[in-house]
């Protein structure tokens, strides 16, 4: 535990379902250090949520307990600490402060949580989002733009419309997932054996351009006749799956939106991340990566000023 920890100032936390993680900040912004534990919100037993921030707390920084906390993601939702409610789209940042939930942790310090955001689409269908709408501040600040559009690819890939710097809307994709079950548990991974460390693009492009928007589910089974009929070798299965899936994906944001002049911001890890973008590049579009962490980390820095200009203004 080095001495650096002493400037720090508050804790920026992101625990989602399966992990943690922690950023340790200075007063003026600047992160010294962080942290990632495997203690996601489903392996938290009975809600001892404090217990289990503690202890991650104090193997970390001696003085943990004079620091406030903010927190996004996960653990505001119905499976989390405290379910906070959704903001409806159009959402800007100042009003997700504004529904923010604070609380006071048993040590004594002050802890918040921010809300997602929910969507209505014109057929009063919903989408939500918990977490991603901090790395969409975050991407705001860091572009200098108020007008943007983003790809969050993930587990739950998310396509979201900035206009005047709002959150008007977006959509989710289950793309990560639907590339986990059918590549484990149905006919298309069956027997492949381990996965190979080297990406093939050319597998994966194979995929981009036989996806269709209109016949997902027939174009999947190409999966297994590509291999059958020895078009795709084992090893190249994966990838072409994942082009497959991507391309559906990417196919069906761009008839939304013109993204052959201006660039399509993709949000999230370099390695998924890149996949989009040699994925869109195929396909003629113009697309530009930004960090996911350093775009949540730039999130929760706006929120935190912007709550305390709101407490500011209420004090005086």
């Excluded at 689409?121 to 200098?144: C, H, P, T, W, Y």
Aim: net charge negative; glycine share 8%.
């Amino acid at each position: 535990m080095g001495d650096v920890l002493n400037e720090a100032a508050w804790l920026i936390i992101d625990w989602g379902t399966t992990n943690f993680r922690a950023f340790a900040m200075t007063e003026d912004g600047r992160e010294i250090e962080r942290i990632e534990k495997h203690i996601g919100l489903l392996s938290i037993a009975n809600g001892q949520f404090s217990e289990a921030l503690k202890q991650v707390l104090s193997e970390w920084i001696t003085d943990y307990q004079r620091l406030p906390i903010v927190m996004a993601g996960m653990v505001g939702s119905q499976q989390g600490w405290h379910d906070v409610p959704y903001v409806k789209t159009p959402a800007s940042f100042e009003g997700i402060t504004e529904k923010a939930f604070s609380f006071e942790l048993e040590w004594g310090a002050k802890a918040t949580i921010y809300p997602g955001i929910k969507h209505k689409n014109e057929q009063s269908q919903f989408d939500v989002m918990r977490g991603e709408e901090v790395q969409l501040i975050g991407a705001k600040a860091l572009l200098g733009k108020v007008n943007f559009h983003a790809v969050l690819p993930g587990t739950h890939s998310k396509y979201a419309n900035v206009t005047d710097g709002v959150i008007q809307s977006f959509s989710t994709y289950m793309t990560g997932e639907m590339f986990s079950v059918l590549s484990k548990h149905t006919i298309l991974g069956k027997d492949l054996g381990p996965s190979k460390a080297q990406f093939d693009s050319v597998a994966f492009l194979k995929g981009v351009e036989e996806s269709n928007v209109e016949s997902l589910t027939n174009q999947l089974f190409l999966v297994r006749t590509h291999r059958l009929f020895k078009q795709l070798n084992n090893d190249d299965v994966l990838d072409y799956l994942s082009g497959l899936l991507i391309g559906h994906e990417v196919k069906s944001i761009i008839g939304h939106i013109n993204c052959r002049k201006e660039p399509l911001n993709l949000i999230g890890s370099y390695q998924l991340s890149k996949k989009y973008e040699m994925a869109l590049n195929a396909l003629g579009f113009i697309s530009q990566v930004l960090d996911g962490e350093e775009c949540f980390i730039a999130g929760m820095k706006q929120l935190q000023m912007e709550q305390q200009h709101e407490e500011m203004d209420v004090l005086s």
